[in-house]
T-cell receptor, first 117, second 112 residues
């Protein structure tokens, strides 16, 4: 049972390079999320997709784009990487939150550690 | 004022101690409250959740929510070295797919 799989695990980019972070989940979840985690800043939401075919900005969307390729896959693209985007990126998924019955926790991948020099 | 405030620590306690971790929040619309545990170089995993006010117990862990004070707590009894991790509080409103809002996390070390 793989859960949420992120690739790559590590990446080093030069300023201005582009790359796409991949995320796939095998739990048939509707909603998928991209977070970044920085020391002293906690988890900050970049973009999310409440369901297949929809995407919405989170707290820190600038410099990123996303694609909900299908129900399983949600990718995050950096078009022109900057040193400020050095971070650990987490993808997560969950089912729809239902009132009085929160029984579907947010499932996280193990992260992509990105360094931009 | 950020929506969710959490002391980042670090917090260091001896094995067997009772640990208290806390978060405060400003949005009175929050109804679901969660605690996630994150081990080094891993993604967060859900530890406990509560809906609205009250207490919930699971083994050595107890989660408390005081909505009147906008304050939530996680207590760990008989703490073990394996409890050493970062603990993140998270919360959200009731409706649909509203994303979780996370605290910054508290790093806990339990010393044998």
């Amino acid at each position: 049972n793989a859960g949420v799989t992120q690739t790559p695990k590590f990446q080093v980019l030069k300023t201005g390079q582009s790359m796409t972070l991949q995320c796939a989940q095998d739990m048939n979840h509707n909603s998928m999320y991209w977070y970044r985690q920085d020391p002293g800043m906690g988890l900050r939401l970049i973009y999310y997709s409440a369901s297949e075919g929809t995407t919405d900005k989170g707290e820190v969307p600038n410099g990123y784009n996303v694609s909900r390729l299908n129900k399983r896959e949600f990718s995050l693209r950096l078009e022109s990487a900057a040193p400020s985007q050095t971070s650990v990126y987490f993808c997560a998924s969950t089912d729809v939150l239902r009132e009085s019955s929160y029984n579907s926790p947010l499932h996280f991948g193990n992260g992509t550690r990105l360094t931009v020099t | 004022q950020k929506e969710v405030e959490q002391d980042p620590g670090p917090l260091s306690v001896p094995e067997g101690a009772i640990v208290s971790l806390n978060c405060t929040y400003s949005n009175s619309a929050f109804q679901y409250f969660m605690w996630y545990r994150q081990y080094s170089r891993k993604g967060p995993e859900l530890l406990m959740y509560t809906y609205s006010s009250g207490n919930k117990e699971d083994g050595r862990f107890t989660a408390q929510v005081d909505k009147s004070s906008k304050y939530i707590s996680l207590f760990i009894r008989d703490s073990q070295p394996s409890d050493s991790a970062t603990y993140l509080c998270a919360m959200t409103r009731i409706s649909g797919n509203t994303p979780l809002v996370f605290g910054k996390g508290t790093r806990l070390s339990v010393i044998a």
